[in-house]
């Protein structure tokens, strides 16, 4: 059974300072990983998609790398202002149906 | 294209009614999903369909039933509510090309139904 876990569960940065989060994964079989960044009440806006051939993938101030061998993922956020405060959270699609295993989520606070 | 829509968006129900909870796709997508998010957790699968008339339970499946007659729609029922199903639902589609599902594709979610059993 697949099982993801992130770390830090919270985490609260002054603004402008660069940051890790973690995302860990049980079964390397997967298809690709997803980090998702959820507001309070909010629904799930798509961050970031790394396939499972692939080693990293970056999007403005965002870096994620997958080391699929060692089932670990990584989000880099460079430059942290107080809009990137939310939960991130890391899905990894593997089984048949490509369905998505959930992390339990970072909530990131990022202070002005 | 809407994408994937939910409805209703909020709803509070009394232990052992029923309900539906309704989802619907215009991108021609054929697998869907059924997620459930308690405070401050991840999504949990529920149920999923490959395509019209195939379902299959998720992890916590129990409590819930599904259908799929159309590609589109992918209701789920709660038929006796209970106070552990207070949660939030959330739909996801995942396009299928004629190789089937990628690796590159990601599923799209819809905006989630927040569901209070009293």
């Known amino acids: 059974k697949q099982e993801v876990t992130q770390i830090p569960a919270a985490l609260s940065v002054p603004e402008g300072e660069n940051l890790v989060l973690n995302c860990s994964f049980t079964?390397?079989?997967?298809?690709?990983l997803q980090w998702f960044r959820q507001d309070p009440g909010k629904g799930l806006t798509s961050l970031l998609l790394?396939?499972?051939?692939?080693r990293e993938q970056t999007s403005g101030r965002l870096n994620a790398s997958l080391d699929k061998s060692s089932g670990r993922s990584t989000l880099y956020i460079a430059a942290s202002q107080p809009g990137d405060s939310a939960t991130y959270l890391c899905?990894?699609?593997?089984?048949?149906?490509?369905?998505?295993?959930f992390g339990s989520g970072t909530q990131l606070t990022v202070l002005p | 294209n809407a994408g994937v829509t939910q409805t209703p968006k909020f709803r509070i129900l009394k232990i052992g009614q029923s309900m539906t909870l309704q989802c619907t796709q215009d991108m021609n997508h054929n697998y869907m999903y059924w997620y459930r998010q308690d405070p401050g957790m991840g999504l949990k699968l529920i149920y999923y369909?490959?395509?019209?008339?195939?379902?299959d339970k998720g992890e916590v499946p129990n409590g819930y039933n599904v259908s799929r007659s159309t590609t589109e729609d992918f209701p789920l029922r709660l038929e006796l509510a209970a106070p552990s199903q207070t949660s939030v639902y959330f739909c996801?589609?995942?396009?299928?090309?004629?190789?089937?599902?990628?690796?590159?594709?990601?599923?799209?979610f819809g905006p989630g139904t927040r569901l209070t059993v009293l």
């Open positions: 790394i396939q499972s051939s692939q």
């Open positions: 369909s490959v395509g019209a008339g195939i379902t």
């Open positions: 996801a589609t995942v396009p299928q090309g004629l190789a089937g599902v990628s690796s590159y594709n990601e599923q799209f």
């Open positions: 079964d390397s079989a997967i298809y690709n």
């Open positions: 899905a990894v699609s593997s089984g048949s149906a490509r369905q998505l295993t």
